[in-house]
């Protein structure tokens, strides 16, 4: 029997994909949670087969949580599932050596056969990302440049940044003048938009 954790927090998603999971023999969804912090602790404390995870969500990210199963050593499969084809994701997804990463839209019976073959050692991504997983972009922004950019996504003034990260207001101009150039576009707002659209902005505990 596998022995599946699910974690999703669209509700009506994740009942579906509890029914229909367990409409198959040789699979048992053992707990399906809502947000990240309760996954993990499902995770250490129940030792799944598998981790079915959603890319977003509260407390903790799918990401972060598939960080935390390669840091802690456990033998759980992880299977990201995700509406984003971004190349940031898919990058941090393919160094935190995740066994499947699928996109929403497939047909349950890709998710079935996929939990069978990371079962079984394989590695399964969508094939609508086979394309993106050999044209990634590499992420060109600093660490400081996506802290900044990171709470200029989020909203903060110039100001607000500045106290948030301990730096004068001038460090936080350049920081975000370089981001900028980097990204070729006009404003912060426009560089913070498309660091997010690529994934960039994840950030990994």
């Not at 299977?79 to 990463?101: H, N, S, W």
């Not at 056969?113 to 079984?120: A, H, P």
Request: some cysteine; hydrophobic content about 40%.
């Amino acid at each position: 029997m596998i022995r599946v954790c699910l974690a999703e927090d669209q509700n009506m998603l994740r009942g579906a994909l509890q029914s229909l999971l367990s409409f198959e023999e040789d699979i048992e969804v053992i707990a399906e949670v809502a947000d990240g912090g309760h996954a993990w602790d499902v995770i250490r404390q129940q030792v799944p087969d598998v981790c079915i995870l959603d890319i977003e969500m509260p407390q903790l990210t799918g990401l972060q949580i598939a960080e935390k199963v390669k840091g802690a050593h456990l033998p759980c499969k992880v299977i990201i599932v995700t509406t984003f084809a971004r190349p940031g994701y898919l990058q941090k997804a393919m160094a935190c050596e995740v066994d499947g990463y699928l996109l929403k839209d497939e047909p349950i019976a890709y998710l079935i056969d996929s939990i069978r073959k990371v079962m079984q050692g394989e590695k399964v991504i969508s094939r609508d990302l086979a394309t993106t997983l050999f044209m990634q972009e590499q992420n060109p922004l600093s660490e400081s440049e996506r802290k900044i950019l990171r709470l200029v996504h989020n909203g903060l003034s110039t100001s607000e940044i500045s106290h948030s990260l301990f730096l004068t207001t001038g460090t936080v101009r350049n920081y975000l003048s370089i981001a900028i150039q980097k990204l070729r576009v006009t404003s912060r707002q426009q560089a913070a938009r498309i660091a997010q659209e690529k994934g960039w902005l994840e950030e990994m505990e």
